[in-house]
């Protein structure tokens, strides 16, 4: 069902119900306000011909059943009347008036069925004579047909016209929409502009600037998608290139030759491994994928678990400085990321640190938040190159680094609500780390 159907039926329901509800009422209103008026005129009709009946000659009995002119006796047309004496004995009649006695004992309106007739009687006694005027009820219902019916016709032709006009006023409004669907249906797979559509209400506009939005997350998808095709066919190759060529030396040589070109091979292959697992875990994290969202490890946990990561035999060793209580505060974020940002800075920190020396990370409190903080004994980065640091496959210095260490780190920083920091040295480059803490502590 279309939203205009939907809102024509749901409003219109309502239309008909108040309406119905209005029509009710005052046609309700109108039928006690006609039978007020008729009664008023019985009772208006009776005093006149009793005030008449005071400047006329008095009716003999002998003149019963004699009619009296509707003239002489100023009754209006319509209208029965009867005189008759106290004892029930007709002096006279209207011609509308029945050849039945119409009176009653009893003053005031009553109602009398004379043979199929039923009559709406006002019986008025002055002094020795009972006057009763009457009317049919029969007529009165006729006429109360033709006024609710005269009443009824424009509250009919006002609903319908309603109806009419709030279908053609809803598809007018709706028109925005039905532009929107066509933009959107007439846009192509690949297309992630966004839309222009001019003159859209008020309420519309926040629609579109949200689809824009999605347009423009699903262009930052696709670019880092492709980037992420393009940097792994550029920094791939080379690595399956010397891997390649390792092995066909090997094939075509013997002895210490062949096994140090399989030994280079092996090594070509773990360094792929290292930059395949890199590229993964950048576009896990850039990409918004779940991680172990529901576990929280302390700020010590995770440095411990990554320094075992990172702690190989033949690189710097790693010393760890817990300088306040910030070590037992957990962190408000996935701990595989907290624990694989911090390899990576350890990692990245063991290649430029020279042999004899030691990496320094260090675990303290700044503000409400828990910095981690990596020192190596490097040579350090000019401050032109600081800010080339996160760049994906971007070095310093020729090594054995894929170039994503950083970016990755820098990456998990904009996911988690963190923040990564550069300051170079004559002693080195410390990279700070800083997350977001909870005010808990770990389960014992």
């Known amino acids: 069902m279309s939203l205009r159907l939907r809102l024509t039926l749901i409003l219109g329901s309502a239309f008909v119900l108040l309406w119905s509800l209005a029509a009710v009422w005052m046609l309700f209103d109108l039928r006690n306000q006609l039978m007020f008026t008729l009664d008023q005129r019985l009772a208006s009709s009776a005093r006149m011909v009793a005030g008449l009946l005071v400047q006329l000659p008095k009716p003999q009995p002998g003149d019963a059943g004699t009619p009296l002119s509707t003239e002489r006796l100023g009754i209006p047309e319509g209208i029965a009347c009867q005189i008759s004496s106290v004892r029930g004995e007709i002096l006279a009649s209207s011609r509308a008036a029945p050849n039945s006695a119409l009176g009653v004992q009893d003053k005031g309106f009553h109602e009398r069925n004379i043979g199929d007739i039923t009559w709406r009687t006002f019986t008025l006694i002055e002094g020795d004579m009972r006057i009763t005027t009457a009317d049919r009820l029969d007529e009165r219902d006729t006429l109360n047909r033709s006024i609710l019916l005269a009443a009824a016709a424009p509250v ?15 598809s007018r409004e709706l028109a925005p929409l039905r532009r929107i669907r066509q933009a959107l249906a007439q846009r192509s797979a690949d297309s992630i502009e966004p839309l222009q559509i ?25 670019e880092r998608e492709r980037r992420l095709t393009d940097d792994a066919a550029h920094e791939l190759r080379s690595p399956l290139t010397a891997i390649k060529t390792h092995l066909q030396v090997a094939g075509m040589t013997e002895g210490e030759t062949a096994r140090q070109a399989v030994a280079n091979a092996e090594a070509g292959a773990d360094r792929l491994h290292q930059t395949l697992e890199q590229l993964l875990l950048l576009a896990r994290v850039e990409g918004r994928l779940p ?20 702690q190989q035999q033949g690189k710097p060793p790693i010393e760890l400085h817990l300088l306040d209580a910030s070590a037992q505060r957990l962190l408000n974020m996935p701990p595989t990321l907290a624990i694989a940002a911090l390899r990576n800075l350890l990692d990245n920190a063991q290649r430029h640190t020279p042999p004899g020396t030691v990496v320094s990370l260090s675990v303290q409190f700044r503000g409400e938040r828990v910095c981690f903080s990596v020192q190596d004994s490097g040579p350090g980065v000019a401050a032109g190159k600081l800010a080339h640091l996160t760049e994906r496959f971007w070095r310093n210095s020729a090594g054995e680094g894929s170039g994503l260490g950083l970016s990755i780190v820098s990456a998990i920083a904009e996911r988690c609500g963190g923040e990564l920091e550069f300051v170079s040295t004559g002693n080195g480059l410390c990279v700070s780390f800083v997350v977001i803490t909870n005010t808990g502590f770990p389960p014992l």
């Open 156 to 170: 009919l032709l006002a609903l319908l016209g309603s109806l009419l006009v709030l279908w053609f006023g809803l």
């Open 198 to 222: 001019e003159g859209l209400p008020q309420e519309l506009q926040p629609l579109v600037a949200t689809q824009n939005q999605l347009f423009q997350r699903i262009a930052q998808t696709i």
């Open 291 to 310: 991680f172990d969202e529901n576990l929280q490890y302390s700020a010590e946990q995770v440095a411990q678990i990554a320094i075992g990561d990172a």
